[in-house]
């Protein structure tokens, strides 16, 4: 499965982001997918994970009330909508694919290369 995300780039704090992961290769309402994030130095970080069928979905605590995580089956794609942006959500997102149920600590079995978030104070 090859996953590609867009969508990053830089916003002012308040503004808004919505990033796409498409995937590819795969049976994409096979996998649970979540976004994480990680700096240079720092340790990645669980985003928001979503269920195969979209009904099962968490969110880390500093972001839960600010972005919103939906995939649609039939195009292959998962979203992650990002409102009310903070600077210290400035981090490279990655999509993550994992087979079977969704787990929030499981190690994926698939990534994306990343997308720049940047958000300017």
């Known amino acids: 499965v090859q996953l590609v995300e867009s969508g990053g780039g830089l916003v002012q704090a308040g503004g808004s982001l919505r990033l796409s992961c498409a995937a590819s290769?795969?049976?994409?309402?096979?996998?649970?997918l979540n976004w994480f994030r990680q700096a240079p130095g720092k340790e990645r970080e669980f985003v928001a994970g979503i269920n195969w069928a979209g009904n099962l979905i968490d969110y880390a605590g500093s972001v839960k009330g600010r972005f919103t995580i939906s995939r649609d089956n039939a195009k292959n794609t998962v979203y992650l909508q990002m409102n009310s942006l903070k600077p210290e959500d400035t981090d490279v997102y990655y999509c993550?694919?994992?087979?079977?149920?969704?787990?929030?600590?499981?190690?994926?079995?698939?990534w994306g290369r990343g997308t720049q978030v940047t958000v300017s104070s």
């Open positions: 993550a694919a994992k087979r079977g149920a969704f787990s929030r600590t499981r190690e994926p079995d698939y």
């Open positions: 290769g795969g049976t994409f309402s096979n996998y649970a």
